[in-house]
């Protein structure tokens, strides 16, 4: 069995990943931390749990859980994960970083975003980004891993495929991604930002932090990997009312001497990602929506291929390739990304304890 750790389990994403990790068939939880809760009963805390799971919250301290767990959960807001990680790490631990302070590979773009001296900088070159299905193979030998932001998350596995086709004259400058959340997203605190409050949030859809989020520098790293230049990219988040989901909507323009026809698209993509367990290629004429991938792991893609009017009488066409992705931000987007990381890097079977999570 496999000791796991979760230090930061009343948040979202902990308590996302708690309850998926109490149905894995290879884990045993040795520890779960809280800053505000030690002491109390998990079950006096997340009401779904009492009687079912009986385990006391202790306090997050990164020589109790390495004593106890050989892999850590870390679900904590920017700044706590590079304050911990190279003890974890001298510990022998392998240690999955649900926070941000691994994800971007240069420290000077992470202190502009995300306003904070990176005091961790030389295990920026140890961290592997946990994107399964773009970095398998690295995530399978690595002691760290830094698992994406939920936005990111919908937008690289959706536009990818075509960032990587060589065969397609898109024009990258920029990429732009539209993109929706539910109100899960922004944690259990209130932000001024997101205005998540029931009465604010209730029949409104809100965008915020336009062309400045955080996840633009890191939607920017792995599109430019991806494409083996740099990509620009122009974001746009926005909140709607709902309690969890994200659907990204992602407009990619090209140049070719005849439309690109959606079947094409959708072999591209079923090609791309054949035999990838959590991504579903729909059909051509079908949208992906939030509601198909709720309390799942799965992310749904749907592309769609747009003739612009202007480029008709030209020899070239200038077309739109359109994706649309969504996924539950709080597990593809946080713990079931980080519990498919756990299985990658511990050798066990990729889809344990998220198979009930596929229906």
């Known amino acids: 069995m496999i000791k796991v750790g979760i230090v930061g389990v009343t948040g979202m994403a902990g308590e996302e990943s708690l309850k998926i990790l109490l149905g894995h068939p290879e884990v045993e939880i040795t520890y ?89 900088s030389k295990l920026l070159k140890e961290a592997v980004y946990g994107l399964p299905e773009l970095y398998r193979d690295k995530i399978a030998k690595a002691d760290l891993v830094a698992n994406p932001g939920c936005y990111p998350t919908s937008a690289i596995l959706g536009a990818t495929p075509i960032l990587k086709n060589s065969s397609i004259d898109v024009d990258f400058s920029p990429v732009c991604v539209s993109a929706y959340s539910g109100f899960s997203g922004s944690g259990k605190k209130y932000s001024e930002t997101t205005k998540n409050l029931f009465v ?7 965008p915020y932090n336009i062309g400045r989020h955080r996840h633009i520098s890191e939607i920017q790293q792995v599109f430019s990997d991806a494409a083996k230049k ?77 003739e612009l009017e ?23 987007g946080a713990a079931g990304q980080a519990v498919q990381n756990m299985n990658i890097m511990c050798g066990i079977d990729e889809v344990a304890g998220l198979e009930f999570r596929n229906i």
């Open 32 to 120: 779960i931390g809280s800053d505000h809760a030690a002491g109390s009963d998990i079950g006096d805390l997340i009401p779904e749990l009492k009687g079912i799971f009986q385990m006391k919250c202790e306090a997050l301290d990164a020589g109790i859980v390495a004593k106890k767990a050989d892999v850590i959960f870390l679900c904590k807001e920017a700044g706590f994960g590079m304050s911990v990680v190279p003890d974890l790490l001298k510990a022998g631990k392998k240690v999955i970083d649900l926070g941000p302070d691994y994800r971007i590979f240069d420290a000077a773009v992470f202190e502009k975003y995300y306003k904070l001296k990176h005091t961790s």
């Open 200 to 206: 604010e949030a209730y029949g409104n859809l809100r």
């Open 230 to 306: 740099q990509i620009d990219v122009s974001f746009v988040p926005h909140t709607v009312p709902i309690d969890r989901g994200i659907l990204s909507t992602i407009f990619i323009q090209y140049k070719s001497a005849k439309k690109i026809k959606e079947h094409e698209l959708i072999e591209m993509y079923e090609k791309f990602y054949k035999n990838e367990p959590f991504i579903r290629v729909l059909e051509e004429g079908s949208c992906a929506t939030t509601q198909a991938v709720i309390h799942s792991n799965i992310c749904e893609i749907s592309t769609h291929s747009i």
């Open 310 to 332: 202007a480029s008709k009488k030209k020899s070239d066409i200038t077309g739109q390739i359109v994706i649309i992705s969504a996924i539950d931000n709080l597990v593809k």
